[in-house]
């Protein structure tokens, strides 16, 4: 497997970067900047489907995807909440369990998330079932969220004396009496106990890279740890997919990053790119997505059209729990 090959390191990266011969895309393929209006219109349409005509396939089983990367602000809970709303909007039923403490999956998608809200913590250490903690999304029909309140921060020291510490997570998803078409888990930047708990309850493992120099320093561990999971715990687990995060096209390093993580995890690398788009990082103060704050940008029709890859893949190559 692919993936369980060192990654490249970046010196490679910086030798592209030092080279003066080196030329970036003269003609770039894709811009940043938001699309002549009638596009975006069509676009928004599109996303927003306030039909329901546009829809994403379904699969057959449950699709539990971890969102991990131990590298903070690499896109995780942005992509988390993008690819929730994009799919829910195009006819799946879909959760997102926020696995972490700072709580940014709910404050994005507008979830009551303060001190005295039961949170997956309470699922966690209390074995209160996900159901009794999990909200409905307001405004995304087929969309809940499991919140996660400060109190989560103490899980991590919380959950070494629980009985079956590793997998508490795996158990409250198998409880859950309602059908998901996906589960998608926020992950903490880190590799403790709850990012273990998130590999434990999945069968995906989905990467955000951001295309920044240093993007795969750090990936090696992450891997490490994926295997030891696999090895150990779930037998099933398997990083299906990469989504390169926060491209830049001004800066000539997004091209040798991207070719680098193409070379190395090849077609588990989703075609879409998320470009860096100011909308993308404006929508949460406003409690959304980027695909209800502007249907019509960059950004939205970037995670519009990962979501759709993932969902056609899915299909292809059926995964899922009882798979
Ligand atoms: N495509 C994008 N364009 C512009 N800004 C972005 C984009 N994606 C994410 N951001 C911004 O970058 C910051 C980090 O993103 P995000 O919170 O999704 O990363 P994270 O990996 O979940 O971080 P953490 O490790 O702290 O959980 C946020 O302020 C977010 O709004
Ligand atoms: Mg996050």
Same mark, same amino acid.
Request: glycine residues 6%; contains cysteine.
């Given at each position: 497997?692919?993936?369980?090959?060192?990654?490249?390191? !970046?010196?490679?990266?910086?030798?592209?970067?030092?080279?003066?011969?080196?030329?970036?895309?003269?003609?770039? !393929? %894709?811009?940043?900047?938001?699309?002549?209006?009638?596009?975006?219109?069509?676009?928004?349409?599109?996303?927003?489907?306030?039909?329901?005509?546009?829809?994403?396939?379904?699969?057959?089983? +449950?699709?539990?995807?971890? $969102?991990?990367?131990?590298?903070?602000?690499?896109?995780?809970?942005? +992509?988390?909440?993008?690819?929730?709303?994009?799919?829910?909007?195009?006819?799946?039923?879909?959760?997102? $369990?926020?696995?972490?403490?700072?709580?940014?999956?709910?404050?994005?998608?507008?979830?009551?998330?303060? +001190?005295?809200?039961?949170?997956?913590?309470?699922?966690? /250490?209390?074995?209160?079932?996900?159901?009794?903690?999990?909200?409905?999304?307001? #405004?995304?029909?087929?969309?809940?969220?499991?919140?996660?309140?400060?109190?989560?921060?103490?899980?991590?020291?919380?959950?070494?004396?629980?009985?079956? %510490?590793?997998?508490?997570?795996?158990?409250?998803?198998?409880?859950?009496? #309602?059908? &998901?078409?996906?589960? &998608?888990?926020?992950?903490?930047?880190?590799?403790?106990? *709850?990012?273990?708990?998130?590999?434990?309850?999945?069968?995906?493992? *989905?990467?955000? /890279?951001?295309?920044?120099?240093?993007?795969?320093? #750090?990936?090696?561990?992450?891997?490490?740890? /994926?295997?030891?999971? =696999?090895?150990?715990?779930?037998?099933?687990?398997?990083?299906?997919?990469?989504?390169?995060?926060?491209?830049?096209?001004?800066?000539?390093?997004?091209?040798?990053?991207?070719?680098?993580?193409?070379?190395? &995890?090849?077609?588990?690398?989703?075609?879409?790119? /998320?470009? %860096?788009?100011?909308?993308?990082?404006?929508?949460?103060?406003?409690?959304?997505?980027?695909?209800?704050?502007?249907?019509?940008?960059?950004?939205? !029709?970037?995670? &519009?059209?990962?979501?759709?890859?993932?969902?056609?893949?899915?299909?292809?190559?059926?995964?899922? =729990?009882?798979?």
């Amino acid at each position: 497997m692919v993936a369980d090959a060192p990654v490249a390191s !970046t010196e490679s990266l910086a030798a592209v970067a030092a080279d003066p011969t080196y030329v970036s895309r003269e003609t770039p !393929t %894709r811009e940043e900047d938001d699309p002549p209006l009638a596009m975006e219109a069509m676009r928004a349409v599109q996303i927003l489907n306030p039909s329901g005509e546009v829809t994403m396939p379904r699969p057959d089983r +449950t699709r539990v995807m971890c $969102v991990a990367n131990q590298k903070g602000g690499v896109g995780k809970t942005t +992509t988390t909440v993008n690819l929730a709303v994009a799919l829910a909007l195009h006819g799946n039923r879909v959760l997102v $369990v926020d696995l972490d403490p700072q709580g940014n999956a709910s404050t994005g998608l507008n979830v009551p998330h303060h +001190t005295g809200i039961p949170d997956v913590y309470d699922c966690l /250490i209390n074995s209160v079932p996900l159901v009794e903690v999990a909200q409905a999304v307001e #405004g995304i029909p087929n969309l809940w969220c499991v919140p996660a309140t400060i109190d989560l921060a103490g899980a991590e020291i919380e959950l070494v004396s629980v009985v079956a %510490r590793e997998s508490r997570l795996d158990r409250a998803i198998a409880a859950y009496p #309602g059908e &998901f078409d996906y589960v &998608f888990i926020d992950c903490p930047p880190s590799l403790g106990l *709850l990012t273990v708990n998130a590999l434990v309850a999945a069968q995906e493992v *989905l990467i955000p /890279i951001q295309c920044e120099y240093y993007a795969l320093e #750090g990936l090696n561990q992450l891997i490490n740890n /994926i295997n030891l999971v =696999r090895q150990h715990l779930n037998p099933k687990l398997d990083v299906s997919t990469i989504l390169l995060t926060m491209y830049d096209r001004r800066t000539r390093l997004a091209d040798a990053v991207e070719q680098d993580v193409r070379n190395h &995890f090849g077609d588990k690398v989703l075609q879409a790119v /998320i470009p %860096r788009n100011v909308r993308v990082s404006e929508a949460p103060s406003y409690g959304q997505s980027v695909m209800t704050y502007d249907p019509g940008s960059r950004g939205a !029709t970037s995670y &519009f059209e990962a979501a759709q890859e993932i969902a056609e893949r899915g299909v292809k190559e059926p995964v899922g =729990r009882n798979a």
